[in-house]
């Protein structure tokens, strides 16, 4: 899979319309100018010798130098990381914690306004594109009511509004998850068994219940948080977040390929690595998983 990425960005890149060169020059150049920088940047090659200039790079642990600053793309990537996984945590806490709670608070109070209102709150939540969210998120909370920081990077508070709306979607669908798992299990007999035997509805729904919960949100999780890590290029770029999504989007706009390509090999290892901790997960969480591997 991280080759079949690796080949389609390449030749997306290499048909896209621009110039590279022209980018890095500005308004005034001469050709002499022009072809010496293409022939320092390999660009003055074959595709198919570019290519294989690439594919040898990267299985050699170098993905080059940024056209633009210079500066190995490796060691860019490496310190925006730690941003772009500080925002995807802090958006998957929030969809995990208040997505189930509401589920589960849907659940009980069938048919109520609080079955309504959270049923009303994953529609939207599923429909609402990330970045009308965090547009609006900004526009209320950042500019009218001065609440928080509308933009940019720093401590705790500037952390909340792109976390919710990045976790948005999530919240969402663990929302829809969680309901729809609680009214159909809450009259399975090992509930019913649990509450004869007197124990509180608390320890019946956490303990009994969510057990069963536990797959179907690692599931969400995983794809969703491989998906932050990977591709939360609009909420970075909208709040300013100097994430890895946001060093990709300059990249492309300023078509700096070796930054474009090392930005895409990050989010599908990404992808990737999380999807395998994901199955792991699974064996762990469900023992049919475990039995099942064993007789293999």
Same mark, same amino acid.
């Given at each position: 899979?991280? #080759? !079949?990425? @690796?080949?389609?960005?390449?030749? @997306?890149?290499?048909?896209?319309?621009?110039?590279?060169?022209?980018?890095?020059?500005?308004?005034?150049?001469?050709?002499?100018?022009?072809?010496?920088?293409?022939?320092?940047?390999?660009?003055?090659?074959?595709?198919?010798?570019? =290519? %294989? /200039?690439?594919?040898?790079?990267? &299985?050699?642990?170098?993905? %080059?130098?940024?056209?633009?600053?210079?500066?190995?793309?490796?060691?860019?990537? #490496?310190?925006?990381?730690?941003?772009? &996984?500080?925002?995807?945590?802090?958006?998957?806490?929030?969809?995990?914690?208040?997505?189930?709670?509401?589920?589960?608070?849907?659940?009980?109070?069938?048919?109520?306004?609080?079955?309504?209102?959270?049923?009303?709150?994953?529609?939207?939540?599923?429909?609402?594109?990330?970045?009308?969210?965090?547009?609006?998120?900004?526009?209320?909370? %950042?500019?009218?009511?001065?609440?928080?920081?509308?933009?940019?990077?720093? %401590?705790?508070?500037?952390?909340?509004?792109?976390?919710?709306?990045?976790?948005?979607?999530?919240?969402?669908?663990?929302?829809?998850?969680?309901?729809?798992?609680? #009214?159909?299990?809450?009259?399975?007999? =090992?509930?019913?068994?649990?509450?004869?035997?007197? @124990?509180?509805?608390?320890?019946? /729904?956490?303990?009994?219940?969510?057990?069963?919960?536990?797959?179907?949100? /690692?599931?969400?999780?995983?794809?969703?948080? !491989?998906?932050?890590?990977?591709?939360?290029? &609009?909420?970075?770029?909208?709040?300013?977040?100097?994430?890895?999504?946001?060093?990709? @989007?300059?990249?492309?706009?300023?078509? $700096?390929?070796?930054? /474009?390509?090392?930005?895409? #090999?990050?989010?599908?290892?990404?992808?990737?690595?999380?999807?395998?901790?994901?199955?792991?997960?699974?064996?762990?969480?469900?023992?049919?998983?475990?039995?099942?591997?064993? $007789?293999?």
């Amino acid at each position: 899979m991280i #080759l !079949g990425v @690796l080949t389609i960005s390449f030749i @997306l890149m290499y048909i896209a319309p621009g110039d590279p060169v022209l980018a890095l020059v500005g308004d005034y150049y001469d050709e002499d100018t022009l072809a010496q920088l293409r022939h320092q940047l390999g660009l003055d090659r074959s595709a198919i010798t570019q =290519y %294989g /200039i690439f594919m040898k790079r990267i &299985l050699s642990g170098d993905l %080059g130098n940024s056209f633009v600053t210079q500066r190995p793309v490796l060691d860019d990537i #490496l310190e925006k990381i730690p941003f772009t &996984l500080q925002l995807a945590t802090a958006a998957m806490f929030i969809a995990v914690v208040v997505g189930v709670l509401l589920g589960i608070l849907s659940a009980l109070k069938k048919d109520t306004i609080w079955d309504k209102a959270s049923i009303i709150i994953s529609l939207a939540g599923v429909s609402a594109p990330v970045f009308w969210v965090a547009l609006l998120l900004i526009l209320w909370v %950042g500019v009218y009511l001065q609440w928080l920081p509308p933009t940019g990077y720093g %401590g705790l508070k500037f952390l909340v509004l792109p976390a919710i709306a990045l976790g948005t979607r999530s919240l969402a669908m663990m929302t829809r998850l969680t309901r729809a798992f609680m #009214l159909d299990t809450m009259n399975e007999d =090992y509930i019913v068994t649990a509450r004869s035997k007197g @124990l509180s509805e608390r320890i019946v /729904i956490f303990k009994h219940a969510m057990k069963n919960l536990a797959i179907p949100l /690692i599931t969400i999780i995983g794809l969703d948080f !491989g998906s932050y890590m990977s591709g939360a290029v &609009l909420t970075e770029s909208i709040f300013g977040w100097p994430g890895v999504g946001r060093f990709a @989007l300059n990249a492309i706009m300023k078509r $700096d390929f070796p930054a /474009i390509q090392g930005s895409v #090999l990050f989010m599908a290892l990404i992808f990737v690595v999380v999807n395998i901790i994901v199955d792991i997960i699974y064996a762990w969480a469900d023992p049919r998983v475990r039995e099942r591997l064993v $007789d293999r």
